[in-house]
């Protein structure tokens, strides 16, 4: 099952799975544990992971306080370790007005006991680069889980810190197949309403 929590503010989505383990994708910031955190406790008191589409503060900025009440490791692409535990500028923090807290345990996601994890838990990753160098999207149930390289209505912004226009279309182009290879119903993304397939098509205006 996969529980949508809404972004507030500038806040991404977060997005709780909930089944073989219980997972939480892109907590947001500091700023919004607090209640976002309620709303996980209402459906579960675990969690076993955490994972990062991407490292931009706004998804990631609290992972290290999940990270210690939860006693769960913070997974993220490789490309972006680096930019999470240093708070580089990737992580675009400043535009925030704030300093990113790297958490304790990183794992990159192509770590192969993390591949396997997943796979047991019935989620698959796909690298989807262009709105940072390390984008990562999931394919859980019939959904895929987007972050900021796909929305309902347009698509990630390029023009931060490792974005590319041209990785961004090859990415989005690449989430179109698999959503057709695997009847995905439901794109799920960092920021606004949950979209269908014409996902794919409005985002073609914007690329």
């Not at 006991?113 to 990562?136: D, S, V």
């Not at 119903?185 to 794919?200: C, M, R, T, V």
Request: hydrophobic share 35%; proline share 4%.
């Amino acid at each position: 099952m996969i529980y949508k929590l809404n972004g507030i503010g500038h806040d991404s989505n977060s997005y709780l799975i909930v089944g073989k383990k219980n997972i939480l994708i892109d907590p947001g910031t500091p700023a919004t544990f607090d209640l976002i955190r309620g709303e996980i406790e209402q459906i579960t008191k675990n969690i076993d992971y955490i994972i990062n589409t991407h490292c931009h503060y706004d998804h990631a900025g609290a992972d290290y306080l999940y990270e210690e009440y939860f006693n769960a490791p913070v997974i993220i692409c490789d490309k972006e370790v680096n930019d999470l535990k240093n708070d580089t500028n990737t992580t675009v923090s400043k535009l925030f007005g704030s300093k990113l807290i790297a958490p304790k345990e990183i794992i990159p996601i192509n770590d192969i006991e993390i591949t396997e994890e997943l796979k047991f838990c019935g989620i698959e990753y796909i690298e989807t680069p262009g709105h940072t160098a390390g984008g990562i999207s999931l394919v859980c149930e019939n959904s895929i889980i987007t972050g900021d390289t796909l929305f309902a209505y347009g698509v990630g912004r390029w023009d931060f810190p490792t974005g590319n226009i041209v990785d961004l279309r090859n990415s989005i182009a690449k989430l179109e197949v698999i959503a057709n290879q695997k009847n995905i119903i439901e794109i799920l993304p960092g920021h606004g309403e949950k979209g269908n397939l014409s996902a794919f098509n409005n985002a073609k205006l914007f690329l």
